[in-house]
């Protein structure tokens, strides 16, 4: 009998309390009981308040030092536009700057050099997520004509994952009584909790370039919404 519970109790903990399931972690205690192993999932939701947006210019020109000379006028412009709106600047990093030749390929024929592409990009951290949009109106005014983002979170998401954990380790505990009490049994205690995995929210896909009429027919608005956080827990459990 006792052979078969523990046969039952260890196929019981292949089965996941989430979709996304964590492999137990090796646990060197002794276990005199029945082993007993959970993997568990918590979540808590925050509404975003930092939104974090890559913003660039890329100019051409047909020598290098003309389309890098454009590329530093416009992006002077976008710095500029980027610290009246109030932005410090340890929320605006340099993420790339670079220059590179444009040929022109016909059949039969060597490449031609036809020009020169510069580009500079900068990332900055916007603490106003619903003015964001505005911002970005005022860059591509200023010069800018790549934007990709945003990337909302969270400035400080410990917290959030903090309630994340405690809901994860509640929602493990209840799965080991639920299964402890269909064999007859008690959880007697927890020998091991292992956080597997934390979910922080992906950022979206760049947005592709747009010239600057297309992006000023209209007012780029940028809603916050509410993300989810997770956190996935692996438990052993002892039951008797």
Same mark, same amino acid.
């Given at each position: 009998?006792?052979?078969?519970?523990?046969?039952? /109790?260890?196929?019981?903990?292949? &089965?996941?309390? &989430?979709?996304?399931?964590?492999?137990?972690?090796?646990?060197?205690?002794?276990?005199?009981?029945?082993?007993?192993?959970?993997?568990?999932?918590?979540?808590?939701?925050?509404?975003?308040?930092?939104?974090?947006?890559? /913003?660039?210019?890329?100019?051409?020109?047909?020598?290098?030092?003309?389309?890098?000379?454009?590329?530093?006028?416009?992006?002077?412009?976008?710095?500029?536009?980027?610290?009246? /709106?109030?932005?410090?600047?340890? @929320?605006?990093?340099?993420?790339? &700057?670079?220059?590179?030749?444009?040929?022109? !390929?016909?059949?039969?024929?060597?490449?031609?050099?036809?020009? !020169?592409?510069?580009?500079?990009?900068?990332?900055?951290?916007?603490?106003?997520?619903?003015?964001?949009?505005?911002?970005?109106?005022?860059?591509?005014?200023?010069?800018?004509?790549?934007?990709?983002?945003?990337?909302?979170?969270?400035?400080?998401? $410990?917290?959030?994952?903090? $309630?994340?954990?405690?809901?994860?380790?509640?929602?493990?505990?209840?799965?080991?009584?639920? !299964?402890?009490?269909?064999?007859?049994?008690?959880?007697?205690?927890?020998?091991?909790?292992?956080?597997?995995?934390?979910?922080?929210?992906?950022?979206?896909?760049?947005?592709?370039?747009?010239? @600057?009429?297309?992006?000023?027919?209209?007012?780029?608005?940028?809603?916050?919404?509410?993300?989810?956080?997770?956190?996935?827990?692996?438990? &052993?459990?002892?039951?008797?």
């Amino acid at each position: 009998m006792k052979t078969f519970l523990a046969a039952f /109790a260890m196929s019981a903990s292949a &089965v996941p309390f &989430v979709a996304h399931a964590q492999s137990a972690p090796t646990v060197a205690q002794s276990i005199a009981g029945t082993r007993l192993d959970v993997s568990a999932t918590g979540e808590s939701t925050r509404v975003p308040d930092i939104a974090i947006i890559s /913003a660039g210019v890329v100019t051409r020109s047909v020598t290098a030092a003309a389309a890098m000379q454009e590329n530093a006028t416009r992006m002077e412009r976008v710095i500029a536009a980027l610290k009246k /709106a109030g932005l410090a600047d340890r @929320d605006i990093q340099t993420t790339s &700057v670079s220059l590179s030749p444009e040929y022109r !390929y016909e059949n039969n024929q060597a490449p031609q050099l036809v020009g !020169y592409t510069a580009s500079n990009q900068v990332n900055f951290r916007f603490r106003d997520i619903r003015n964001s949009g505005r911002i970005l109106d005022v860059l591509v005014a200023q010069g800018a004509n790549q934007i990709n983002g945003p990337n909302l979170t969270l400035d400080k998401p $410990e917290a959030a994952l903090d $309630e994340a954990r405690a809901k994860a380790i509640a929602a493990g505990r209840a799965r080991a009584e639920l !299964y402890a009490a269909s064999l007859g049994m008690r959880v007697t205690r927890v020998v091991s909790v292992s956080e597997s995995g934390s979910h922080y929210p992906s950022p979206p896909p760049p947005m592709a370039e747009r010239s @600057d009429m297309a992006m000023a027919v209209s007012k780029t608005e940028i809603l916050p919404g509410e993300q989810k956080h997770q956190v996935s827990l692996a438990m &052993v459990f002892e039951l008797r």
